[in-house]
């Protein structure tokens, strides 16, 4: 599990007493705490890996929108942080699938649910979701979905 990993990487930080990688676990640890606090007494029916690989790609997106903006603004001492905790977040994100393969998925979803209109595309994003969550930017494929669909 995702969530082992990131805690034994935390405790190994610790003995090293390597500050930076500490605190970078930290966060991811606070985080995915928090959404266990959000979804505690609710059946969501994810798999727990799902639920931290989508804890992680949000973490890494804020990221990188950070670094973006630091360095457009002259920060970077801020942006070398960002980038360093971006790189401690994606060591512990599951090999994403390439753009089209998730394509491909989408369409066999799309014919496995008998999706014709974008009246499903709620029942649609819910399986892919479901399935490939932990190996898929959610984000990126709503748009192929909307096309599929389209």
Do not use: C
């Not at 969530?3 to 606070?30: C, E, F, H, N, P």
């Not at 942006?79 to 977040?89: D, H, K, N, P």
């Not at 090999?95 to 998730?102: C, G, H, I, N, P």
Request: neutral net charge.
């Amino acid at each position: 599990m995702i969530r082992d990993r990131v805690k034994a990487a935390q405790i190994a930080a610790m003995k090293s007493k390597d500050k930076d990688r500490t605190a970078a676990t930290r966060s991811i640890l606070a985080k995915i705490k928090d959404k266990d606090i959000e979804l505690r007494g609710k059946d969501n029916g994810l798999d727990d890996d799902v639920i931290v690989t989508d804890v992680l790609q949000k973490m890494a997106k804020q990221r990188r929108e950070s670094i973006t903006m630091y360095s457009e603004g002259g920060r970077t001492e801020l942006a070398e942080t960002e980038t360093f905790e971006l790189s401690v977040i994606e060591e512990f994100l599951p090999a994403q699938l390439s753009d089209d393969e998730v394509k491909a998925i989408i369409e066999t979803l799309k014919t496995e649910i008998g999706a014709e209109s974008m009246k499903d595309m709620g029942k649609l994003m819910g399986a892919l979701k479901s399935k490939h969550g932990s190996q898929i930017d959610m984000g990126k494929a709503g748009a192929w979905v909307k096309a599929a669909l389209g």
